[in-house]
């Protein structure tokens, strides 16, 4: 069954969903590991796990516990470029197309696509 609507809670299973096949995926793992390591139960992983369900929740629903910048982190990271961003765009979709019906689905598409876009643009990648 896939979800119809958008809420805290299943943005979190979205959110361990997605960053568990990111963890498996030869291009941009590593990127994750660097900072974060390989063991999702981590305390490292699960504040990042927790930020980002807040920060998944403030850009699709009125939830406002966000109060980040999510940009910050990434620019002292070496070797991003234009194709790690397409690959994370691509393991987003397919978690995004396995939990949500399509219109909700959308919805997270074009607000990853608009991040992802804004990272290259802010990085100059």
């Given at each position: 069954?896939?979800?119809?609507?958008?809420?805290?809670?299943?943005?979190?299973?979205?959110?361990?969903?997605?960053?568990?096949?990111?963890?498996?995926?030869?291009?941009?793992?590593?990127?994750?590991?660097?900072?974060?390591?390989?063991?999702?139960?981590?305390?490292?992983?699960?504040?990042?796990?927790?930020?980002?369900?807040?920060?998944?929740?403030s850009m699709t629903t009125a939830d406002n516990s966000y109060n980040g910048t999510p940009i910050k982190p990434?620019?002292?990271?070496?070797?991003?470029?234009?194709?790690?961003?397409?690959?994370?765009?691509?393991?987003?979709?397919?978690?995004?197309?396995?939990?949500?019906?399509?219109?909700?689905?959308?919805?997270?598409?074009?607000?990853g696509e608009m991040i992802a876009n804004n990272f290259i643009k802010q990085?100059?990648?």
């Amino acid at each position: 069954m896939q979800y119809q609507t958008i809420t805290k809670k299943n943005i979190r299973v979205m959110v361990d969903r997605f960053y568990s096949s990111v963890l498996k995926d030869d291009l941009i793992a590593d990127f994750f590991i660097e900072k974060l390591g390989d063991e999702m139960i981590s305390d490292e992983w699960q504040h990042h796990l927790n930020l980002l369900t807040d920060f998944w929740a403030s850009m699709t629903t009125a939830d406002n516990s966000y109060n980040g910048t999510p940009i910050k982190p990434h620019l002292d990271m070496q070797g991003l470029n234009r194709e790690s961003f397409q690959r994370w765009l691509e393991l987003f979709s397919q978690t995004i197309d396995k939990l949500y019906e399509e219109e909700t689905a959308n919805i997270f598409k074009t607000r990853g696509e608009m991040i992802a876009n804004n990272f290259i643009k802010q990085l100059k990648l």
